[in-house]
């Protein structure tokens, strides 16, 4: 599929809106992102093992910027702390409520070599209870000519 850029940002924009909203509720508190070890599930509407939540990160409200070129990130790199051990391979995008909007997947990357094929990139994807980390993530819509 081939989009023009204004679909592909109306689309970003239409997924960072889940983000940051309640249905039909205004705007308060952010989103969350869920940051998961073990396999992805099937449906973000399914739910994942509670056992596989490394780490939560709390959103700014709005989470993302405004989309440019079908992309949208978030405003800055987020900070976390990893509330057990595990090995990231799997984030699900939440609105505040908790719901799930979209999962994707991460991969480790030091900035040596190419850069791995991923929704989510971050430098350490080994994480140890109580260890501070970063984070920061763009979603991108497909672009076409």
Do not use: H
């Not at 949208?72 to 984030?91: E, K």
């Not at 997947?105 to 990139?121: E, F, H, R, T």
Request: with cysteine; charged share 10%; proline share 8%.
């Amino acid at each position: 599929m081939k989009v023009t850029t204004d679909t592909a940002n109306a689309a970003a924009a239409a997924y960072t809106a889940r983000v940051d909203r309640t249905d039909g509720q205004p705007l308060g508190a952010g989103g969350r992102c869920y940051l998961l070890s073990g396999t992805q599930p099937a449906s973000a509407a399914t739910a994942f093992n509670p056992g596989n939540l490394v780490a939560t990160v709390s959103l700014p409200n709005p989470a993302f910027l405004p989309p440019v070129n079908g992309s949208a990130a978030w405003p800055a790199t987020i900070q976390g702390v990893a509330a057990q051990t595990g090995m990231l391979t799997w984030f699900r995008m939440a609105n505040r409520d908790g719901v799930g909007q979209w999962d994707g997947q991460i991969a480790a990357w030091d900035g040596v070599g190419p850069q791995p094929v991923a929704d989510m990139i971050i430098g350490n994807a080994s994480l140890v209870q109580g260890e501070a980390f970063t984070v920061s993530y763009s979603l991108q819509v497909p672009l076409g000519s």
